[in-house]
């Protein structure tokens, strides 16, 4: 992820992973959120699991929220079963992830961990387990 990136998004197995950073404008939330649905894609006929990497984001203004929204609805509506947010606590953030993210459903649960190893696990513990040298890039 270059310096001038607000994210990175790829997929290993059935699991989606994101790693964003900086300040969010309503521009860079519709573009995170094209290039989320286009690298889903091949995942969503069965069930599928989505990590992201929250300590180098910045929060967002508050235009970015009803797109996440939305990208978070989208993605429960396919298939989208388990999500892991990695980022270490703060408040602010956490209440805008939470703005964003909240959704009620019986097939889709979300948790917040400080560490990778630790989301990780919790998603391995779920079917969706992530290669180890993914481990090591993101370390």
């Known amino acids: 992820m270059t310096a001038q990136a607000k994210f990175k998004i790829w997929r290993e197995h059935q699991v989606l992973l994101a790693v964003v950073n900086g300040s969010w404008n309503q ?6 959120a094209s290039e989320f649905m286009k690298t889903a894609s091949p995942l969503l006929q069965a069930p599928w ?3 992201v990497y929250l300590d180098q984001w910045e929060l967002g203004v508050p235009e970015i929220e009803p797109i996440i929204q939305q990208l978070v609805d989208w993605s ?11 980022y270490c606590p703060h ?5 805008q992830l939470e703005r964003m993210t909240a959704i009620k459903s019986p097939t889709f ?3 917040t961990y400080p560490t990778q190893q630790a989301a ?3 998603l391995a513990e779920e079917g969706f387990r992530v290669e180890q040298q993914v481990f090591k890039k993101l370390a």
């Open 49 to 51: 699991a989505h990590i």
């Open 27 to 32: 521009q860079t939330a519709e573009e995170f």
């Open 91 to 95: 408040m602010v953030k956490k209440y």
């Open 76 to 86: 429960v509506s396919h298939n989208l079963r388990f999500a892991a947010q990695v």
């Open 120 to 122: 990780f696990d919790w």
């Open 109 to 111: 649960e979300k948790r």
